[in-house]
């Protein structure tokens, strides 16, 4: 069982940059590759950077490649995104997510956090 809970969402100008934090819960956080995704209002659920229980390896959706970075600190039990050159169509509700194997598809995720919201103003 893993809970998983965002921060560092907020609203910022575009250009901008800010760093979503997750925290997880539970001794088996190092067995779980972890991911973004982020929803904005009257779209799907899409798909943002994925990253394997080591860290070794990752992967980002198109819209995100070159601005974006994902991490994780299993000695803290924390994922991080750090989002650079923000856009406006970057604002959204973004959502941590774990489960035990690497894949960019949101309905084979296990255990999702909250979302924490990122508003990205022009």
């Known amino acids: 069982q893993v809970q998983l809970v965002e921060s560092g969402g907020g609203l910022v100008q575009a250009g901008g940059s800010l760093r979503l934090s997750c925290a997880a819960s539970g001794r088996t956080f190092s067995t779980y590759d972890m991911a973004w995704f982020r929803q904005a209002p009257g779209k799907e659920r899409e798909f943002v950077a994925a ?30 995104l750090q989002m650079n050159s923000l856009k406006p169509e ?15 598809v949101a309905a084979l995720y296990d255990y999702w956090g909250q979302g924490t919201q990122v508003t990205v103003s022009t």
Do not use: H, L, Q
């Open 51 to 80: 990253i394997t229980w080591s860290g070794g390896n990752t992967r980002y959706a198109d819209s995100v490649k070159g601005r974006f970075t994902i991490s994780r600190d299993n000695a803290k039990n924390a994922v991080y």
């Open 90 to 104: 970057d604002t959204a509700v973004y959502y941590c997510a774990a489960r035990r194997s690497f894949s960019a």
